[in-house]
């Protein structure tokens, strides 16, 4: 298969999937080879913060997004797509966002 992502994504891909799925060692390895490709640390370190607070909204996501479950009663109740928030909640990346997201 084609590789379509140039040197630079796939090392900010491998070093967010590395740190996202608390995987030292591949963190460890594809910040090694950010640092061999001349990434700077902190181009990493800013890479990291915005994965941190991605994640961070999505833990608040998920927290509210539980409480709507349970607090649902009998079965006829519509559940939300996997991944969606209560319309309360609010969205967490891009525009219209009310200037609450982590973008």
Request: glycine share 18%.
């Amino acid at each position: 298969m084609a590789q379509l992502l140039d040197e630079r994504t796939r090392l900010v891909v491998g070093l967010t999937a590395g740190y996202l799925g608390k995987c030292q060692p591949c963190f460890k390895y594809f910040f090694d080879q950010a640092r061999r490709a001349g990434l700077s640390t902190d181009f990493v370190r800013e890479v990291i913060q915005m994965a941190e607070g991605i994640r961070g909204k999505g833990d608040g996501f998920m927290a509210i997004y539980v409480e709507h479950i349970l607090g649902r009663t009998g079965t006829s109740a519509s559940v939300s797509e996997p991944g969606e928030a209560p319309a309360s909640a609010g969205g967490c990346c891009g525009p219209g966002n009310g200037g609450g997201g982590c973008c």
